[in-house]
């Protein structure tokens, strides 16, 4: 039967030579299906901008199809949508403005954590390690709490118990 050629935006495949992969990436079709692709990533406050820009598609407002459709130079999109996209666009910037906020309390907790640590090993190296283990039980345990709160952890990664593991079988792995 021969090669063939799979176009992953026109989720189509055809025999593969020269003539007929030539005609098909110069394809309308194809420019279209390229072109929504690409457009799927774009980003909102790009969209929004050249939304506001084009005037009401009559026909789509009238009727509620156009067919034009995606490729039409009038928008398509309602006020409640452009009011939505206002909305991600908000939302995204105070996602973008959070994490600093978040980052010095996530710093703050590394730095916490490396203090705790540089005990244990001053406490190791002076014989005191149960002593500051059970201390540390009882002040709670050395996971963030952020990591609680996820659901369904595997074992690796949940916390020990508060008294340690109990008859911990020897198993010889190989």
Not at 86 to 110: H, L, M, N, T, Y
Not at 113 to 133: D, F, I, P, T, Y
């Amino acid at each position: 039967m021969g090669k063939r050629y799979y176009c992953d935006y026109c989720d189509r495949s055809f025999q593969d030579n020269m003539h007929n992969r030539k005609k098909h990436l110069n394809g309308v079709q194809h420019h279209r299906a390229k072109k929504a692709w690409f457009d799927t990533f774009r980003d909102a406050a790009a969209i929004l901008t050249e939304e506001q820009a084009k005037k009401p598609c009559r026909k789509f407002l009238q009727t509620g199809q156009c067919v034009f459709g995606s490729n039409c130079r009038f928008s398509h999109m309602t006020k409640k949508d452009l009011d939505l996209l206002r909305q991600q666009i908000e939302a995204e910037k105070r996602q973008k403005e959070g994490p600093e906020s978040d980052c010095v309390s996530f710093d703050r907790s590394i730095e916490d954590w490396l203090a705790r640590r540089e005990k244990r090993k001053a406490a190791m190296n002076s014989g005191r390690v149960l002593k500051e283990v059970e201390e540390e039980s009882a002040a709670g345990n050395d996971v963030p709490p952020h990591f609680l709160s996820i659901q369904d952890l595997p074992a690796s990664l949940l916390p020990p118990p508060p008294g340690g593991w109990k008859n911990v079988p020897h198993t010889e792995w190989g």
